[in-house]
């Protein structure tokens, strides 16, 4: 499965939580190796096993896959869950190919994902959308 992790951040330093976060949870990872120069950096991150809430979304470009898994997924941490309750907002939002359309202006579809904070990772709500869901994402390089 290729996977695309959207980030908008500068180099982590060896100090948690990184600035970028400003204050909410982000899911804790390793730099395994960087790409490009000193302005303008890409990090192959290490993510630990974690709980993601995930949506999946068929779209024709990842913009609008974003948009609308986006609005679902803000849809649950604002209470459209089991508990009714509202979850805290994490970072970064994460964006994995699924399944690759069969042609340039074919659908693909996405996995659009939200983190859960740390305070959920072991009872996270159920979300009462059922093209929302709770995702065991395993170990892995992105």
């Known amino acids: 499965m290729l996977s695309i992790l959207v980030l908008l951040a500068p180099a982590v330093s060896a ?4 600035s970028f976060c400003h204050g ?9 190796g960087n790409f490009g120069n000193d302005s303008n950096t890409l990090e192959v991150r290490k993510y ?5 809430t995930s949506t999946d979304v068929k779209a ?3 913009d609008t896959a974003l948009m609308t898994g986006f609005g679902r997924l803000f849809s649950y941490i604002s209470g459209a869950n089991a508990k009714k309750e509202k979850v805290d907002m994490t970072s970064p939002v994460m964006c994995r ?3 690759v359309g069969q042609g340039p202006f074919c659908n693909t579809t996405f996995t659009v994902s939200f983190f859960v904070p740390f305070k959920h990772q ?3 709500p159920q979300p009462t959308d059922p093209s929302v869901y709770l995702d065991m994402v395993e170990d892995r390089n992105n």
């Open 122 to 124: 072991e009872d996270a």
């Open 24 to 32: 909410i949870d982000c899911p804790k990872y390793t730099v395994t």
């Open 97 to 99: 190919v699924k399944e």
């Open 60 to 62: 024709n470009n990842e």
């Open 48 to 52: 630990p096993t974690a709980l993601w």
């Open 15 to 18: 100090d948690w939580p990184p």
